[in-house]
């Protein structure tokens, strides 16, 4: 099922959750909203499933206009982060428990109840579990029942809020697989909310960038990755080195280097800030006098603080060097790199050695640039 989210506002006080929020999300489509504590995502999702009424803007199912239809009529399954289950009653019973509640003409037999039970426990791998509780579960566990009892109504839209928020990080990634082939497998509609970068960059189809009640992009993980939208995607998807400089035709200059950004060729020496990640600053000794006719050394000269080592990447944090900080940085903040551990161990570089450090690709926004 399709859903159309329409200029969708709300208000809790003088607090904006959402403002002003359009989004198309097609059918059997696994979608993501991605953002800080208090962006909306959550907000949104609550309006989309009727337990929020939004204060203007409209939700629509297959083009049908939801927004007065109340929730037990939407044919919403919902999956909370902290499980949900009815602690007195059996793994089975509380799959069971949504087939049970329906009206006395819709509800199935008892032994419709108890087949379609044991293939949704089936599903989730947990039909062994059919006679425990709650508490004799793990967290892993308890999620995957919450699950299917979600999807024991035939939900034509499935919503997860912070799903594995309250799992620690193994059982996070192996749910999270465990979740996109469950979605391939069953084609139903769903959103999940999450803080988790590398969750939504992982498991969805698209993802959602909201800040501040709002949109600020919407792609598959490789276009919000590779091509951010504006200076809050960037931040906000992995690690980020942010450089402040002026762009001028073309050029962006900072201090002890100069970024090409031909996107910008119309910039009059206006102010700049250059991303960069880690794994795309290059590292190497500093040898005095190595620099260029003017003298400059042709990227950051800066003294390397900490390498962390664990696994095929060395992580590196330096801190330039006096002189040699790029224009408006932070003398304090650290400039992080990553370089094949191998590389680091042939390199033999140490900490507190003197290095430069240079970009071999960034993302450059200029102020007041559309």
Known sequence: ?????????????????????????????????????GCGKTTLLRIIAGLETADA?????????????????????????????????TVFENVAFGLRVKPR????REEQIRRKVHDLLGLVQLDWLADRFPSQLSGGQRQRIALARALAVEPK??????????????????????LRRLHDDLNVTSIFVTHDQEEALEVADRVVL??????????????????PASPFVYGFLGDVNLFHGRAHE?????????????????AQNAKASAYVRPHDME???YLPGSGDAAGRSRGIVARLSRAIVVGPIARLELIAADGNQ?????????????????????????????????PRRARVFVEGAA
């Open 210 to 227: 909201m800040n501040g009640g709002k949109v600020e992009q919407v792609g598959s993980p490789q276009e919000v990755w590779d091509h």
């Open 157 to 178: 839209v499935l919503l997860l809020d912070e799903p594995f928020g309250a799992l620690d990080a193994k059982v996070r990634k192996e749910l999270r697989r465990w």
């Open 1 to 37: 099922m399709s859903i159309e989210i329409r200029n969708v506002s709300k208000q809790f006080g003088d607090f904006h959750a959402l403002r002003d929020v359009s989004l198309d999300i097609h059918s059997g489509e696994l979608m993501a909203l991605l953002g800080p504590s």
């Open 326 to 358: 790029p224009a408006g940085h932070n003398p304090d903040s650290i400039i992080e790199a990553q370089i094949p551990a191998q590389q680091y161990r042939e390199m033999g570089f140490r900490e507190g050695e003197t290095l430069v450090v240079t």
């Open 283 to 285: 590292v190497r000794r």
């Open 57 to 89: 803007g409209s939700i629509l199912f297959a083009g049908e206009d939801t927004t007065a239809v109340h929730v037990r009529e939407r044919q919403v399954g919902f999956v909370f982060q902290h499980y949900a289950l009815f602690r007195h009653m």
């Open 250 to 266: 073309g050029e962006v200059h900072l201090e002890g280097m100069q970024l090409h950004a031909p996107e910008h060729a119309d």
């Open 105 to 108: 003409g819709l509800r199935p």
